[in-house]
Structure formats: C-alpha cells, structure tokens
C-alpha cells in the first residue's frame, strides 16, 4: 500500500505542474481570448445588456475605461490619427451642438461616440499587429457577433425574453429578445457574416465553419422572425458576391465607393421620389407588403417638414417616441430612414460628414490588395446593408453598421497574409492583450 501511494504522489506531483502550466492555460480559448473578448463585449454590447437596469449604467461606466485605455495606448505607441477617425469625430461633433441647444440627450451621444469610437481605435490598434494579432481580433468579433446570435434564436425558440413597447400604446408592443426587436436582431446578422468570411479567408479553406454557421444562423432567424428588409438584403448580397466573384463590373458599381453612392441613390428614389409605387404588383406579391412598407412613408411624410425645418444642423440627439408619428405627441429619434435620423440628428453637416467616412474608407478597400473573396465578402454585405437602410437604421443601438467603413479603412492592413514584405527596420507591436510575453518591441508608425 505505502508503494502505491507513493507512485499516486509522484503521478500527482508530474501532473499539477502541467495542469498549472501558463502555457497551457494560455491555449485554452477561452483563457486566451478573454481579455479580447471582455473589451469587445462592452464595446459591441447586446441591446437586452443596454437597456438592463442594472448592467445598462455598468457598461457606460466600462465603455469610458475602455475608451482611455486605448487613448492611452495610442498615445504611448504614438499610432497617427487616421482619416476614418477624424471624420468619424466630426460627424459626431455635428450633432453635439443641437443636442446641447435643444436639451437633448447628452449622456446617450456622449455613450454611443465613445463605444463607436472604441471600435475604430480598437481596429486601428491591431492593424499595427503581426498577423496571428489581427487574426485573434477577427476571430473573437465573429465569435462574438455569432454566439449573440446563437443566445438569440434559443431565446426565439423557448419564448424567453421580454416585451419593448413605447408609451401606453399596444401597437407598438413587440417581442424583444438578446439582440432587441426581430428588425434589431439583422443589426448583427449581415456583420457576422462579414466577419466570418473575413477571418475564414486568413485560412486554407475559404468557407469555414463560422461563414456556415454566420449564414444559416442569421438566415434561420430571418425566416423566423419574417423579416422582408432582410430578406432583400440577403438575396442581395448573394448576386453582388457571386457578381464580383465573377469580376462583372460595370463602371465601378460593384465597389464599394459604388454601394456608397447606391445607398444615397436609392434613399433618394424610394423616400423622396417614391419609385416603389411602379412596383406595387411586385412587392404585394413577392414580399407580401404594400408600397407604404408597413407604414414607413408615413413617417417619411412627416419627417421631411420638420428636417425641413432645421435642414442645416437638425435637432439632436433625443431620446422620446412620437413626433414623426401622425397623432402621437413628442419628439422621435426613429424616421426609419438612416438618413433622414442622420440629418434628424445633425442636419445636412452630419450627413455630407457621414457620407464623406464612408468614400473615404470605401475608397482605401477598393484600392486595397486584398483578394477578390474578401472584396467580394465586404462589397457584398456592404452593399446589403446600404440598401436595408432606406426602411432600417443600423448606426444606432449595436451601431454595427460603423463596422464597414472602420474595417474597410484598415483592410489592407488586417488582412495582409505576411506575402507582402514588412515595413523595413520595423518589427509588430506586442498586442496588449496577448496571453504571452511581447514578441517584439515597440515602434512608432509612420
């Protein structure tokens, strides 16, 4: 008996170490990405986590640590300040001024700029990685984006979640579950699957198991929950990715500066011209709608007189339901148009500076060596969601629609494969959150 027991210690004592070991421990996904995934977590956090009594004030609290930290980091790396990130600062300096004049929300535009911002100094600093650190920031933002979507349809399927209504009226009473409303929930569709196509491409199989999950994930609760903006969009992106794929351009449409301008265009056909009522058969027969889109142009017609109104600089940010509602009293922040919110918000300065961001970063993907499957993954879904967003606003809430031109600005450098040769004299920059010691030394990038 003493003979075995000492065998049994000395196999306990060979064994902890291992168990221990850093190393180890580091390998473990979700030890590994934890730091990562924290930060991103506050940053991209679900609607249901926001608008949480409880967790809601805790992560405006974690998103201003988030946000000095990574000021903190830029400034020590001395990382430039990018053209993305001062026009995206402009833009949200546009609709300051009205807020604070009209008595606006200030908390709530303070919030969203500083967690959107995040984002892009989030990306701008891993850009400056090695590849294995800008593919660990890939990965964990597609994780993320999918199990959000995966807690979603389990809360669809078992019934669980609450109900978000505005006022005292019951019309406006829908199902809310992780990701909010069942229009709220292809905020974080349409971006996972871009993500998931993006870190897939960094491997030998262009199809992994993410872009599969991403797709038949967010297409199952799209038939679900039956929503018809997305189903566009869905159809859409597949023809325009099968459309790049197969190099069809024709004068730069199929482009990203060409879905910039494709959103702009249709915006303008649909709310101001209204073009789908030449469509009526086709969209009563196919998407079982009418040419009002469930009442959207009633909102439309009575958002333009009061832009109208306040054409240059808006209204500010608000936070009450109603005004471009006929027979509901207060003042709305919801036109069901991206860009009549946009100019609701800010006037025309902040929609000419949102549009300038996004043919700003449209402009440095197009001209990005990246492959044809990634520019066909970001023109594809890129021009879905510019589209969706004639009926939908996806800049607000999760906000995953800054995701395109923060990521589309730093392309080439995200999705660099190591082919190419590094900037001479100069070595990667240590991740902050890497599991490991640095592997290299600090630099400036010029």
Known sequence: MTAIAEHALGAMRRTLPA???????????PLRYLGLMTVCFVLMRPIMVGQDPTLGPLMKVLTAAVFAWLVNLHIVRRIPV???AILFVLYRL?????TVYRDGDLLNWGYVTLSQLSVLMLIELYAGYDRQERRRLLRVMTDLLLIYLLINYIMIMTGTGSVASWGQHEFFAQPSYLLGIRTRVTDCVFPAILLAMLYDSGSRRRWG???VLALTSGIVQIVTLQVATAWVGAA???VVYLAVRLHLRAGGLLSMRGATVLGVVVTLLVVVARVQTYFAAQIEGLLGKSVTMTGRTELWDAAIPILADSPLFGY???SQFGAFIPAFKGLLWQAHNQYLQIAYDGGLVAVGLFIALL???????DASRCDNH????????YTAMSVMSVSEIYVYNMGMFYLFPFLASRMDELMDDGGRPEHPGKAPRPSPLAAGPPTGTITRIR
């Open 82 to 84: 990018s053209a993305s």
């Open 94 to 98: 546009a609709s300051l001024l009205p």
């Open 19 to 29: 168990v221990l070991d850093p190393d180890l421990l580091r390998r473990c996904y």
């Open 359 to 365: 043919w700003t970063a449209s402009a440095r993907a």
């Open 316 to 318: 500010g940010i608000n």
């Open 374 to 381: 990634v520019k066909a993954a970001l023109i594809a879904v």
């Open 236 to 238: 859409l992106m597949a």
């Open 209 to 211: 198991w993410r872009t």
